[in-house]
């Protein structure tokens, strides 16, 4: 069963506006929760990881919202430029289990000028 | 530039061939995974290696089987290729051996194409 769920599987915004990707897990042990950036032909590259012990973790115009009690997490990218245009995989780890990262399956993000 | 390597790129061959997909870490990195990724699966963990050691194993098939060698490269094999194991292979690798503690860093990936 897919131990992460993402959502919206694509997504088009206009330059300048906020991209808003969800993500949801039930497993209670994960602890550890990344995002990756994927370009055509290119391997996923992480680009910002958050734990459960805060809220919010930000790194330039890319913010991950995390709500421990509604396991649920969210990429929010402010001011999207046409190169923001990727695929995002959210993925979740835990402490104790199986010893990899569980992918969502993956936003298509388009940004319009 | 993660600083994981992968060859080849690309890699056509016949069903019920047997291939052979090479990966090399990050300098320093001890940890090698390896992902499936296809348009229908998403990225699929299938297996990961420590310091030249098994540590843990996911939605591998028994027809494919890797292996970490003592300068740390990592070899994935294939071996009776099928249609549907067409797909893209990543390598990513980490400094420590919890997926949940250290950082992967992916490789540019092999495109295998089954034909």
């Known amino acids: 069963q897919q131990q992460v769920k993402q959502s919206p599987q694509s997504l088009i915004v206009q330059k300048g506006g906020i991209s808003i990707i969800n993500c949801a897990y039930e497993?209670?042990?994960?602890?550890?929760f990344p995002w990756y950036q994927q370009f055509p032909g290119k391997g996923p590259a992480l680009l910002i990881a958050i734990r459960p012990d805060v809220s919010e973790k930000k790194e330039g115009r890319f913010t991950i919202s995390f709500n421990k009690s509604a396991k649920q997490f969210s990429l929010h990218i402010m001011d999207s430029q046409p190169g923001d245009s990727a695929t995002y995989f959210c993925?979740?780890?835990?402490?104790?289990?199986?010893?990899?990262?569980?992918f969502g399956t993956g936003t298509r993000l388009t940004v319009i000028p | 530039d993660s600083g994981v390597t992968q060859t080849p790129k690309h890699l056509i061959t016949a069903t019920g061939q047997r291939v052979t997909l090479r990966c090399s870490p990050r300098s320093g990195d001890l940890s090698v995974y390896w992902y499936q990724q296809s348009l229908d699966q998403g990225l699929q963990f299938l297996i990961q290696?420590?310091?030249?050691?098994?540590?843990a194993k996911g939605n591998i098939l028994e027809r494919f089987s890797a292996q970490q060698f003592p300068d740390l490269h990592s070899e994935l094999n294939l071996s009776s290729l099928e249609l549907g194991d067409s797909a893209l292979y990543f390598c990513?690798?980490?400094?420590?051996?919890?997926?949940?503690?250290?950082?992967?860093?992916f490789g540019p990936g092999t495109r295998l194409t089954v034909t």
């Open positions: 990513a690798s980490s400094k420590g051996h919890r997926a949940s503690s250290y950082e992967q860093y």
């Open positions: 497993n209670t042990a994960f602890d550890y």
């Open positions: 290696y420590y310091n030249g050691e098994e540590r």
């Open positions: 993925a979740a780890s835990g402490l104790w289990g199986a010893n990899n990262l569980f």
